[in-house]
């Protein structure tokens, strides 16, 4: 559902991608490691078309970014690192202009609103502004919006940064139930949450990739625990 081939994408001298491929099926979830700068949320805003890359391209089910970037949308849920949400609006207000974006309109948007709503448990803050929100629950909002049209490949960036132990719980839950039928790419720091819902790992450094792998093949590989496999690789892999 997605295929990534030689993206590269530089700020001024800067080499921020240097020429990264890889192909994620539908049912798999891929946790896309990497130490800060590496390159991740980069390679994910390319996937999402917010930005344009400086060489190579991508395809999401079957539509190039470069010259389908609207389809493309269309099939993506995205939660970027910083959720943009307009401050004033309430909860409820920011999820319909969401709805009114994609085509969501009657019994669908409804149910869609329904459904996203109870799925992140924002139900108490559904009438609150999102200025009030802790950061726990804007990361909800952001989520939201991002499933809210039931897209078939989801690119979430630390998904649960700013939950408290039983919300990160909860979405992870919600993300291994939605795997079945869905592509999901998740970026995180929590090696924890790699390794309770991601089947599959990339870790990335400088641009570049080190390592395509399971977490069970990495711990079984190094004789050690993920953090540990990571820095491993991390800090011996890149020159």
């Given at each position: 559902?997605?295929?990534?081939?030689?993206?590269?994408?530089?700020?001024?001298?800067?080499?921020?991608?240097?020429?990264?491929?890889?192909?994620?099926?539908?049912?798999?979830?891929?946790?896309?490691?990497?130490?800060?700068?590496?390159?991740?949320?980069?390679?994910?805003?390319?996937?999402?078309?917010?930005?344009?890359?400086?060489?190579?391209?991508?395809?999401?089910c079957g539509f190039d970014i470069l010259k389908k970037p609207i389809q493309v949308r269309q099939n993506i849920g995205y939660?970027?690192?910083?959720?943009?949400?307009?401050?004033?609006?309430?909860?409820g207000a920011f999820l319909n202009f969401i709805c009114d974006a994609r085509g969501l309109e009657g019994k669908k948007r409804?149910?869609?609103?329904?459904?996203?709503?109870?799925?992140?448990?924002?139900?108490?803050?559904?009438?609150?502004?999102?200025?009030?929100?802790?950061?726990?629950?804007?990361?909800?909002?952001?989520?939201?919006?991002?499933?809210?049209?039931?897209?078939?490949?989801?690119?979430?960036?630390?998904?649960?940064?700013?939950?408290?132990?039983?919300?990160?719980?909860?979405?992870?839950?919600?993300?291994?139930?939605?795997?079945?039928?869905?592509?999901?790419?998740?970026?995180?720091?929590?090696l924890e949450e790699v390794e309770a819902i991601c089947s599959r790992v990339i870790v990335i450094a400088k641009g570049k990739?080190?390592?395509?792998?399971?977490?069970?093949?990495?711990?079984?590989?190094?004789?050690?625990?993920?953090?540990?496999?990571?820095?491993?690789?991390?800090?011996?892999?890149?020159?």
């Amino acid at each position: 559902m997605i295929k990534i081939k030689g993206l590269r994408k530089c700020f001024g001298p800067i080499v921020a991608v240097d020429g990264v491929s890889f192909e994620v099926e539908k049912g798999q979830i891929l946790g896309f490691l990497g130490p800060n700068g590496a390159g991740k949320s980069t390679v994910m805003r390319m996937l999402a078309c917010f930005l344009r890359p400086d060489g190579g391209t991508a395809e999401v089910c079957g539509f190039d970014i470069l010259k389908k970037p609207i389809q493309v949308r269309q099939n993506i849920g995205y939660l970027a690192e910083n959720v943009p949400a307009y401050s004033e609006m309430t909860v409820g207000a920011f999820l319909n202009f969401i709805c009114d974006a994609r085509g969501l309109e009657g019994k669908k948007r409804k149910e869609a609103l329904d459904k996203a709503v109870a799925s992140c448990h924002i139900e108490s803050v559904f009438h609150q502004s999102i200025e009030t929100l802790s950061k726990g629950y804007k990361r909800r909002v952001g989520l939201a919006q991002a499933l809210i049209h039931d897209p078939p490949v989801l690119i979430l960036d630390e998904p649960t940064d700013g939950l408290d132990p039983n919300q990160k719980h909860e979405v992870r839950g919600l993300i291994g139930k939605m795997a079945e039928n869905k592509c999901i790419v998740i970026s995180t720091h929590i090696l924890e949450e790699v390794e309770a819902i991601c089947s599959r790992v990339i870790v990335i450094a400088k641009g570049k990739i080190l390592v395509d792998s399971t977490p069970q093949q990495l711990k079984a590989e190094h004789n050690c625990s993920l953090d540990e496999v990571f820095r491993k690789i991390t800090t011996t892999k890149v020159a």
